[in-house]
């Protein structure tokens, strides 16, 4: 069951991203976005990452997503003639060369490293959001100070950048 | 050492009054000038009596050397001084005539603004003499040949703003060095043949030399002697020096630089007499010349120019004399003649100082009354010079025709012959037409007329006294205490004195002598004293050979068109190639170092500038490509971002952790 | 059971996608919805290698991955606004006033 599960969300989640680059129309590609990251949640799902899987949904397709689809709608921007660069090929076929090489790479060689100590039963046993926060709080918190610190960061910039410029803001 | 110091004086003291006259002569007045100029050669005149006191005391030659001038390799030259009996009577010669011409001079020069630098030149004239007969070398005989070759350039053309007289001095010097180069050949000939240039080594090995070689030396510095000494065919300098003053003339062309020709053949007689081919030579030329100019100046007018051509016809004489071998006799008229030529140049210059500056004896005339004392030493001046016993030119003169005949040359005594009555009518027709019958003077210089001062009557009546007593020490013929005297230098080694046998032949010789005298007077007294018209038809009746005589046998213009027109256009051609070849090849020398300078010029521009600018070029170069990176598109910024990023997971991929892409075909 | 190789694969193939469509396309907007895709493609990674190897640090980073994920949009579409308030443009390559 499971392989099956994932052949489908990994080959829906490929063409949602395919689908993302390539539409024409902006809301378009957002809904393609949003496919996309409702089956990478899925693949979490399979992986035993129920916590993330959530997250997941809630933050990226439900915020940043709607943030995305909020300001296209606020620009109201035209379609384009010309969606993409001109001589976008060289790019295209380059990265694809790089790409599949590197996978090629990737795959040759031994991955594997060692292993942890959460096996999956004993996540079962405690639950994913518990296991997950265990480990954030006890090894990771530093980082998870930081990434708060960035978030208010983050919101102060965006504040400042996109308020109404008020008659103070102009150079005199 | 006393002698030494006498020996270095007689030349040193001349020397010092050039230098003190010639350098500060014009601050101080020309009493002191005249004081230093003749004192000198007084003071030398007195260190030659004693030299040649000492000489007579012990009769030994010897040699002072002054200063030891080249030596080293082959060559080896001393500024030295040979004192034997012939040095003795040139210096005495030399300096007591010389003395007597210094002080005429103070006279006859008085008033003229170049007083000090004549008497500067005069000193000159009298150092070079003496070192010319003072020298015991070659070279230092050459200096004074050279010297008075100067000393009778500067003087002749002491009227440096006459054109005639600057041509004169230069005429003088240059055939003057046609001779020096006959005579440096000679020099060279005999340094090659005796590595040495001393008389006394020379002499000693003479010996040694073959006759040709021989004959070469002596013919090589017989050119030299007929240029100093003005015989045929370099004699043409002579009558144009006269330009100069009556001074100069007679102390350079009477008594002392023109006999320095014949003073070197007897001093060199020993490579003569080894030469029988250069001493016939030397006689005919003499003989020749004597005759010659004789001839020319039958006819003269200028009183100056009849002196000088019979100077060169005395010197015809002396030569004559070294030609056939009687050396001493050649001295003997040397001395002779400088007394009673300087004589009769110098009262010709009285005359012509009393007729203010004329001197065309057709202008002159009964000048006897007005100047009876000049009148007097030129009667005295002539008497010699014609041979009239018993003054000092019959002695010597005489003498000279007795050796040729006694030794067998008797075509040259019959030239010797003619030429005396030759001498003897032109000398009295001069003092005839100057002093005797109706005065041609012209009125201007009429006025002007009075005898000189004593200061140069003084000099005058000793040349007088001395022409008619200085016959004395050679009588009697070949047997005086002259030829005694200089015996020890001349006649050992000279052909011998044959005499026995022939003491009925010498008196005989002599009264013919004195007869050619006598009718030489004679026909002068009735051409121009008795019938004064007669000369003129005769000159009339003849009047092609009367024009070539008094054209002195257009020699002049023949060397003029012969040997100085192609001269001239030599120079030309020499004058062409040195503004075209020569100057060419300077010109484009310039113009390739301009070339060069240009190259360089232009090197340094493109090439050194060039090279500096390159690195501002090609930084420019460089910013114009690599400027296009910055597109200001943001998309382009990520397309290289993440070729940078795939280079360098690739390289990190392959290269650190050493697995190769290539082996995937393997895996 | 799925192998690590696949969920790697599945994780590059999006990555190149969203790369890709960072370099390709036109619209600001979608450049960064294709950032979006690069970091859940990253996403995907980790999970899968912290499943794989027993360890929780996976889904903790990933954690982290969408919070910054997250303001990254917000300021980027921040200066969307600003660009267009001030009537450049919104395409990415009509905003090039820095070239040279």
Redesign the interface.
């Given at each position: 069951m499971v392989p099956l599960f994932f052949v489908y969300f990994a080959l829906v989640s490929i063409l949602a991203g395919v689908l993302t680059v390539a539409l024409r129309n902006p809301v378009h590609c957002g809904l393609a976005l949003l496919t996309l990251l409702l089956h990478v949640s899925g693949l979490f799902v399979l992986l035993n990452a129920e916590f993330l899987f959530a997250v997941q949904i809630i933050v990226y397709a439900g915020a940043i997503l709607v943030l995305y689809l909020f300001v296209l709608m606020l620009l109201n921007l035209k379609t384009e003639e010309r969606h993409l660069h001109q001589r976008y090929a060289i790019t295209l076929v380059a990265t694809l060369g790089i790409f599949g090489e590197l996978l090629l790479l990737v795959l040759r060689s031994p991955f594997g490293g060692a292993k942890g100590d959460a096996p999956t039963s004993a996540v079962l046993e405690v639950g994913g959001s518990q296991a997950v926060g265990l480990k954030m709080f006890s090894d990771y918190v530093l980082q998870f100070e930081i990434v708060g610190i960035f978030l208010l960061g983050a919101i102060i910039g965006a504040v400042v950048l996109a308020k109404t410029p008020t008659i103070s803001d102009e150079r005199p | 050492m006393a002698f030494e110091l006498l020996v270095l004086a007689v030349p040193a003291l001349p020397l010092l009054a050039v230098i003190l006259n010639g350098l500060f002569g014009n601050r101080y007045s020309h009493r002191v000038a005249y004081w230093l100029g003749c004192g000198s050669v007084g003071v030398s005149f007195l260190f030659a009596l004693g030299i040649f006191a000492e000489m007579l005391a012990t009769g030994a030659t010897r040699e002072v050397v002054a200063y030891p001038w080249i030596f080293g390799g082959t060559l080896t030259v001393n500024l030295g001084f040979l004192i034997d009996p012939l040095t003795c009577v040139m210096l005495l010669v030399v300096t007591g005539v010389g003395f007597l011409i210094h002080v005429y001079s103070i006279g006859y020069m008085h008033g003229e603004e170049g007083f000090t630098r004549f008497f500067t030149y005069m000193n000159l004239f009298m150092v070079s003499m003496l070192l010319l007969v003072m020298g015991n070398n070659y070279l230092v005989l050459f200096i004074g040949w050279e010297g008075v070759g100067l000393c009778s350039y500067l003087l002749i053309g002491y009227y440096y703003d006459r054109v005639s007289a600057a041509k004169a001095a230069t005429k003088a010097f240059v055939v003057n060095r046609i001779g020096d180069a006959g005579f440096l050949l000679g020099i060279f000939l005999v340094f090659v043949n005796f590595q040495t240039l001393d008389y006394t080594t020379v002499f000693a090995r003479a010996g040694q030399l073959s006759t040709g070689m021989a004959t070469t030396i002596a013919l090589c510095l017989l050119v030299g002697a007929i240029g100093k000494s003005a015989q045929i065919p370099l004699y043409t300098w002579l009558p144009d020096a006269m330009e100069g003053p009556t001074p100069v003339s007679a102390l350079i062309h009477a008594a002392t630089m023109v006999t320095a020709g014949v003073y070197m053949v007897v001093r060199n007689h020993v490579l003569y007499d080894m030469a029988p081919l250069a001493l016939s030579t030397v006689a005919w030329i003499g003989g020749g010349t004597a005759l010659f100019a004789a001839s020319i100046g039958l006819v003269q007018n200028d009183i100056k120019r009849v002196l000088a051509y019979s100077t060169v016809s005395q010197l015809g004489y002396m030569f004559l004399a070294c030609g056939v071998g009687a050396y001493a006799a050649a001295i003997f008229h040397l001395m002779t003649h400088a007394f009673f030529k300087a004589l009769l140049f110098l009262s010709a210059g009285s005359v012509i100082h009393a007729l203010a500056g004329e001197q065309d004896i057709r202008h002159m005339g009964g000048l006897r009354a007005k100047l009876p004392l000049t009148h007097l030493s030129f009667l005295t001046g002539t008497l010699a010079i014609a041979g009239i016993f018993p003054l000092a030119g019959f002695w010597s003169k005489d003498e000279i025709m007795a050796h040729a005949f006694v030794h067998g040359h008797y075509a040259l005594y019959g030239l010797a012959a003619l030429g005396a009555f030759l001498t003897a009518f032109y000398m009295f027709r001069l003092t005839y037409l100057t002093f005797y019958g109706e005065s041609r003077v012209e009125p201007h210089a009429a006025g002007h007329l009075h005898e000189s001062p004593w200061i140069m009557m003084g000099p005058l009546i000793a040349l007088a006294t001395l022409s008619v007593i200085g016959g004395f020490p050679g009588v009697p013929p070949e047997a005086g205490w002259f030829h005694r005297f200089l015996n020890p230098v001349v006649g050992t080694t000279g052909p011998a004195e044959a005499h026995e046998g022939s003491t009925g032949l010498l008196p005989t010789l002599m009264g013919i002598a004195t007869a050619i005298a006598l009718s030489g007077w004679a026909l002068a007294h009735y051409l121009y004293k008795i019938r004064p018209a007669a000369a003129h038809e005769l000159a009339d009746r003849t009047p092609r050979m009367y024009r070539t005589l008094l054209n002195k046998y257009y020699v002049d213009e023949f060397y003029d068109a012969g040997v100085v027109e192609p001269l001239k256009r030599l120079g030309a051609v020499w004058d062409w190639f040195d503004q075209r070849v020569i100057d060419g090849v300077v010109r484009a020398v310039g113009r390739l170092t301009e070339t060069s300078a240009a190259f360089s010029t232009l090197f340094e521009t493109y090439i050194i500038y060039g090279s500096i600018n390159i690195i501002g070029y090609s930084n420019h170069l460089a910013a114009r490509v690599l400027?296009?990176l910055?597109?200001?598109?943001?998309?382009h910024y990520?397309?290289i971002i993440?070729?940078g990023l795939?280079l360098l997971?690739?390289l990190l991929?392959v290269w650190w952790?050493g697995?190769s892409?290539v082996g995937?075909a393997a895996? | 059971m799925v192998p690590l190789a696949a969920y790697v694969v599945v994780s590059a193939v999006l990555f190149a996608t969203g790369l890709i469509g960072v370099l390709i396309r036109r619209n600001f907007i979608i450049v960064l919805m294709a950032i979006g895709i690069m970091l859940n493609a990253a996403n995907i990674n980790l999970v899968a290698f912290s499943h794989y190897l027993d360890s929780m640090a996976g889904q903790v980073v990933a954690l982290f991955v969408i919070a910054i994920a997250a303001g990254e949009a917000a300021v980027g579409l921040a200066i969307i606004i600003v660009v267009f308030r001030a009537k450049i443009a919104t395409n990415v390559d009509e905003i090039n006033a820095l070239r040279w």
């Open positions: - | 400027r296009r910055q597109t200001g598109m943001v998309h990520a397309a993440v070729a795939f997971v690739h991929w952790t697995s892409s995937l895996r | -």
